[in-house]
């Protein structure tokens, strides 16, 4: 089954202690993508990557980090959690040639104490 | 910051009635896609728009885009209870890229 997966689900964390979210899709799309989701704002995107080795801030890439050393797997790393980092994260992946829909994970709710 | 808002923020009918939610974006786009989310869930694609289009239909979906005017609208005739979830407009800034920006979304309720 095509998708995109993340993990973990939930995570309930201290202010410092650096984490990773990790992110695998397995349609062999170039493009990947994190999401912050935050009520009323919608989501605001921290980082993406057109392919392997090559990746992009977003909106939002204050306090985050991003490496894309293989083309299925886009970890977020936050090397020292702080509590405005709560929120919903999703990662998004997509075929990169041309306009194409993007497929989202389940999504990750990270809180930080 | 984000590129697009939706309007209304919130949208309550009864089943089988339509829904309509609109969208206004500030810059440029190569095209513009519309998503739904269930609950604290993933976003679902729906349905894809390019700049150069001005009415797409899909199924019970209805989307029409006026790039004069920066708008879309998004119309969900007959609605359903399921049809109960948030709605997103995201706008394609680029057709070599797929970076996209998200509205804050609709909140539609579908009452049985």
């Known amino acids: 089954e095509a998708q995109v997966t993340q993990n973990p689900r939930y995570l309930i964390t201290v202010t410092g202690k650096k984490l990773t979210v990790t992110c695998s899709q397995n349609?062999?799309?170039?493009?990947m993508s994190w999401y912050r989701q935050d009520p009323g704002l919608g989501l605001r995107q921290i980082y993406y990557s057109m392919n392997v080795e090559v990746t992009d801030k977003g909106d939002v890439p204050e306090g985050y980090k991003v490496s894309r050393k293989e083309k299925r797997n886009f970890p977020l790393i936050l090397e020292s959690p702080s509590p405005n980092q709560t929120s919903l994260y999703f990662c998004?992946?997509?075929?990169?040639?041309?306009?194409?829909?993007?497929?989202f994970g389940p999504g990750t709710r990270l809180t930080v104490t | 910051s984000q590129q697009g808002e939706e309007d209304p923020q919130a949208l309550s009918i009864q089943e089988g009635e339509n829904a309509t939610m609109n969208c206004s974006y500030k810059?440029?786009?190569?095209?513009l896609q519309w998503y739904r989310q269930n609950s604290g869930r993933g976003l679902v694609h729906l349905i894809l728009i390019r700049s150069n289009e001005r009415e797409k239909h899909s199924g019970r979906l209805r989307v029409t885009l006026d790039t004069s005017k920066k708008s879309s609208s998004l119309l969900i005739t007959a609605s359903r209870a399921a049809d109960t979830a948030s709605y997103f407009c995201?706008?394609?800034?680029?057709?070599?890229?797929?970076?996209?920006?998200f509205g804050a979304g609709t909140r539609l309720t579908v009452k049985p």
């Open positions: 810059t440029s786009i190569n095209n």
């Open positions: 998004a992946s997509s075929p990169l040639a041309g306009v194409r829909e993007q497929y």
């Open positions: 995201a706008m394609g800034r680029d057709y070599n890229n797929n970076d996209m920006r």
């Open positions: 349609m062999n799309h170039e493009y």
